[in-house]
């Protein structure tokens, strides 16, 4: 019973590996770098039909203009691109309480090494930030806000439309973190004038690990330096860095089967429809938040009911270390869930589960309703009987 959706979903739909197979059994051509052939083109057409999926789902700028797709390994390395790129000596960076180390790490590595500046804005114990409070704070200067769309830890869900409506009134480029929602709620780089939306694909867009990117806003990506430069299969004759894009920020060979993977996993996305995945998500969250409550001694982290969250629970009982509650989960009832912090430490301080973390149990697309049954009669056991540490 795999109750681990949060950190990566599983399984995935069966394009994903089908995909990957394909390729390496009979593509395998390496893009940009070979000659005309039908196994060069077919990688050219792989990676131009998997950018356009991307641009078309997370609604990017200029008519959907696959060019401002980049591809990084994941998340995190989208973030660090950014942050890295685009952040200068006395910049004022604001953020907020509810952060994954993703962004935590590079910020405050650079506000050692640069000299930025981190204003951390605190969420309530939901996990949710006030928009006034980013006005508030944007009226003594900002030069870039970054925060995630939803947590990892509690699945809250942030107004981000209220959030970018404050960062384009005070024209301050705005940085999303949409590892956790993309391929499951709306997003939209281009209603959001963001300035950079960063995804994994391994998460709700359901494909592999190590495949993940930016959806840029052009002018962004113009004022923003490239972390990594070398070969780009592209005007080799130049000794500097190309300048457009995607060439920018991909230099190197890029994750090819990922990208294959992650086609098929948009292209099984786009079959089944964005709104009923969310949909039955949704149902099974309900389903499962309903029974947790009833669960003696647990302490449920988060927002009260479902609205304005993701299927994202993360919970202590009482007389349990959250890490031994997971291993009696998974030696006796074959459940997996994610106890401690979640690499999110301001998470779990605005949550009040700092310092011993929580049990964070994630259902996914592919969890049956007698699985989350399942899931809470383990759980009613184990919160009936002692710890054995």
């Not at 006034?132 to 030069?143: K, T």
């Not at 509650?325 to 430490?345: D, I, N, V, W």
Request: hydrophobic share 40%; glycine share 10%.
């Amino acid at each position: 019973m795999y109750f681990n959706n949060a950190a990566t979903t599983w399984p995935k739909p069966p394009a994903v590996a089908e995909k990957m197979r394909d390729f390496l059994t009979r593509g395998g051509a390496n893009l940009g770098r070979g000659s005309i052939s039908s196994r060069d083109r077919a990688t050219l057409d792989l990676v131009s039909t998997c950018r356009e999926r991307l641009a078309t789902m997370l609604e990017g700028h200029e008519g959907r203009d696959p060019r401002y797709v980049t591809f990084t390994d994941n998340v995190t390395a989208s973030l660090n691109v950014v942050f890295k790129g685009f952040l200068r000596p006395g910049m004022r960076v604001l953020t907020t309480s509810m952060e994954h180390n993703a962004v935590v790490r590079p910020l405050r590595s650079l506000e050692e090494s640069v000299g930025i500046e981190v204003v951390i804005l605190p969420c309530d114990p939901r996990g949710h930030l006030d928009p006034g409070d980013l006005e508030a704070a944007l009226a003594s200067g900002g030069d870039l806000v970054a925060l995630s769309h939803a947590s990892n830890v509690c699945g809250t869900i942030q107004d981000m439309d209220a959030i970018a409506s404050v960062c384009h009134q005070r024209r301050v480029p705005l940085v999303v973190d949409v590892a956790q929602t993309a391929g499951v709620l709306p997003v939209s780089a281009e209603r959001w004038h963001a300035a950079a939306v960063c995804f994994t694909g391994h998460k709700g867009l359901l494909g592999p690990q190590g495949i993940g990117g930016i959806v840029w806003h052009p002018e962004f990506a113009h004022r923003t330096r490239p972390l990594v430069e070398g070969g780009t299969g592209s005007f080799s004759h130049e000794e500097r860095q190309p300048s457009v894009l995607p060439d920018k920020f991909e230099a190197g060979t890029p994750n090819l089967p990922g990208i294959a993977g992650l086609e098929g996993a948009l292209a099984w996305i786009e079959s089944q429809g964005r709104e009923a995945i969310a949909r039955r998500e949704h149902l099974l969250g309900e389903r499962l938040l309903k029974g947790l409550r009833a669960i003696p001694r647990a302490t449920l982290y988060g927002m009260a009911s479902m609205e304005g969250r993701l299927p994202v629970f993360p919970l202590n009982v009482e007389g349990w270390d959250n890490g031994t509650l997971a291993f009696e989960l998974s030696e006796r009832f074959g459940l997996e869930g994610r106890p401690g912090l979640h690499c999110a430490p301001w998470a779990h301080r605005t949550l009040g589960s700092f310092p011993q973390g929580a049990l964070r149990l994630s259902p996914g697309y592919f969890t049956t309703e007698d699985e989350v049954d399942r899931c809470l009669e383990a759980l009613a056991v184990l919160s009936r009987e002692p710890s054995p540490v």
